[in-house]
T-cell receptor, first 118, second 115 residues
Framework: AQTVTQSQPEMSVQEAETVTLSCTYDTSESDYYLFWYKQPPSRQMILVIRQEAYKQQNATENRFSVNFQKAAKSFSLKISDSQLGDAAMYFCAYRSANYGGSQGNLIFGKGTKLSVKP | NAGVTQTPKFQVLKTGQSMTLQCAQDMNHNSMYWYRQDPGMGLRLIYYSASEGTTDKGEVPNGYNVSRLNKREFSLRLESAAPSQTSVYFC??????????????FGQGTRLTVV
């Protein structure tokens, strides 16, 4: 079974600085997707960024980028120029590309609470 | 665009009471899911429906039942609520096996307290 581990329960960053959130995962599959979701106090789950395992290039979305190390099974999220609105819980998630069985199910890490200091 | 709509947003139940959480999506998605979120535990899958007419157990199905009423709607029922079911519940949907590179879209969650 696949697992996702976020080893940092809480992180803090100064406004305008850069912060990196860590995520590792365990799988025997070669084809899968990885995601970072943001959950602000409103509870809404918001997709921040996705990575396809067969793509070597790291995904980037504006101030958000990932460092995807497939061999090391590592998927960290870097937030540049942090803003007060980035304060939230961040969840790393894994999804198999295997279309049999539980297709589409997301497996989540336990989350990292990010605080942004003005 | 409504996306995924869950009702209710908040609910307080007494131990032993029953209730149904409703979920509907308007994105023509094939797959729907119910997750629960507990402090320090992330989101855990309760049940899912890969396509209309099918449902399967997830990681934590005990104490719950589901119904995929049609392609749009997927409900979660607690037959006899217990304090251990106090949690935030999320419904989600995705295209499922029909497409690659598809994310899950989430409802706004239901905060359920069982006293």
């Amino acid at each position: 079974a696949q697992t996702v581990t976020q080893s940092q329960p809480e992180m803090s960053v100064q406004e305008a600085e850069t912060v990196t959130l860590s995520c590792t995962y365990d799988t025997s599959e070669s084809d899968y997707y990885l995601f970072w979701y943001k959950q602000p106090p409103s509870r809404q789950m918001i997709l921040v960024i996705r990575q396809e395992a067969y793509k070597q290039q790291n995904a980037t979305e504006n101030r958000f980028s990932v460092n995807f190390q497939k061999a090391a099974k590592s998927f960290s999220l870097k937030i540049s120029d942090s803003q007060l609105g980035d304060a939230a819980m961040y969840f790393c998630a894994y999804r198999s590309a295997n279309y049999g069985g539980s297709q589409g199910n997301l497996i989540f890490g336990k989350g990292t609470k990010l605080s942004v200091k003005p | 665009n409504a996306g995924v709509t869950q009702t209710p947003k908040f609910q307080v139940l007494k131990t032993g009471q029953s209730m149904t959480l409703q979920c509907a999506q308007d994105m023509n998605h094939n797959s729907m899911y119910w997750y629960r979120q507990d402090p320090g535990m992330g989101l855990r899958l309760i049940y899912y429906s890969a396509s209309e007419g099918t449902t399967d157990k997830g990681e934590v199905p005990n104490g719950y039942n589901v119904s995929r009423l049609n392609k749009r709607e997927f409900s979660l029922r607690l037959e006899s609520a217990a304090p251990s079911q106090t949690s935030v519940y999320f419904c989600a949907s995705s295209m499922g096996r029909a497409k690659r590179n598809t994310e899950a879209f989430f409802g706004q969650g239901t905060r359920l307290t069982v006293v």
